[in-house]
């Protein structure tokens, strides 16, 4: 996977200033104090501290920069190893703050692109149960579309061509920027191929337990018999969520309520439209079928 030049100069700057503070040894070796209250010491420090996963630590001393820093270079260096530190310790609701605060202090850092991954997927942690309240799925649905909008893909096997060639013409045309650009924007592309997918997978999963929870609600009120309220989240269901695999349980648990009540006419209309999205499984309805048919001979 490709690694932008200005990435490897900052990975490089950030390693050089831990080594810098002493903070980097061996294996076996503690982790130290630096000895200035020099930022660029600090934050070397912080960082030793969470390559020691000891995130505690880590936290404390970068919400301390996180003030000493900001309008600096360091600043989205600094929120977004403490947005991480937060989400590697699980304390994801603080993780989402510090990437939201990333996204809108620094919105051209080159950290934006990860940050708002990584704020859809800790609203994901966070999305419960489907019986729960599922405000987190929803936000979590938003954000990895905010994030597909944002930073799109092309087909893996069509970016790793368009790499190919780019970097056979930059190679015979150093100088032409126009090929530079291109080849930067193929890699950038395949080096985000994995969240977009990851991104994709999450929103169909979130979206089958909002619909399950809906679904759930709407049998609920039919067991009661507060057929209304059944009829009214089954068809929230088939509106919003037509996508996932309580489309057609949606529709059978209207159906079946719309004859209790002895909606006739609604009843029929639900089942032609039944029919028409599942043509393969009309035996399941032949029953509800039958009733319909018996009450308008019957008229």
């Not at 950030?14 to 010491?41: D, R, Y």
């Not at 597909?148 to 970016?159: F, G, R, T, V």
């Not at 056979?168 to 920027?177: A, F, H, I, K, S």
Request: contains cysteine; negative net charge.
């Amino acid at each position: 996977m490709a690694v932008s030049r200005f990435m490897i100069k900052r990975m490089a700057l950030i390693t050089g200033m831990c080594l810098a503070a002493g903070s980097l040894f061996s294996a076996c070796s503690s982790v130290k104090a630096p000895k200035t209250g020099e930022v660029t010491e600090r934050y070397a420090y912080a960082q030793a501290l969470i390559g020691k996963e000891d995130y505690d630590k880590a936290i404390f001393e970068l919400e301390s920069l996180m003030f000493d820093t900001r309008a600096t270079t360091l600043e989205d260096d600094v929120l977004f190893s403490l947005a991480g530190a937060y989400y590697d310790s699980e304390q994801y609701l603080l993780a989402i703050d510090i990437y939201k605060r990333l996204l809108e202090q620094t919105p051209g850092s080159p950290f934006a692109e990860d940050s708002q991954f990584k704020l859809a997927e800790s609203h994901k942690q966070l999305s419960p149960i489907f019986s729960r309240d599922q405000e987190h799925t929803r936000k979590a649905i938003r954000e990895f579309q905010l994030y597909l909008e944002m930073y799109p893909a092309k087909d893996p096997q069509q970016l790793q061509s368009d790499i190919e060639l780019y970097t056979g013409l930059v190679d015979l045309n150093p100088e032409n920027d126009l090929y530079k650009r291109n080849l930067a924007v193929a890699e950038a592309q395949y080096a985000r191929i994995d969240k977009v997918r990851e991104s994709i997978t999450s929103i169909s999963e979130l979206r089958e337990k909002l619909a399950l929870n809906e679904f759930r609600i709407a049998e609920q009120y039919r067991e009661l018999k507060k057929y209304r309220g059944a009829i009214a989240y089954y068809d929230d269901v088939i509106r919003f969520y037509p996508d996932t695999v309580y489309l057609e349980k949606a529709w059978l648990g209207k159906i079946g309520v719309l004859i209790k009540r002895e909606k006739w006419f609604e009843a029929k209309a639900a089942l032609d439209a039944y029919d028409q999205q599942f043509p393969e499984n009309m035996e399941k309805v032949d029953g509800y079928r039958k009733k319909v048919i018996r009450y308008f001979e019957n008229t």
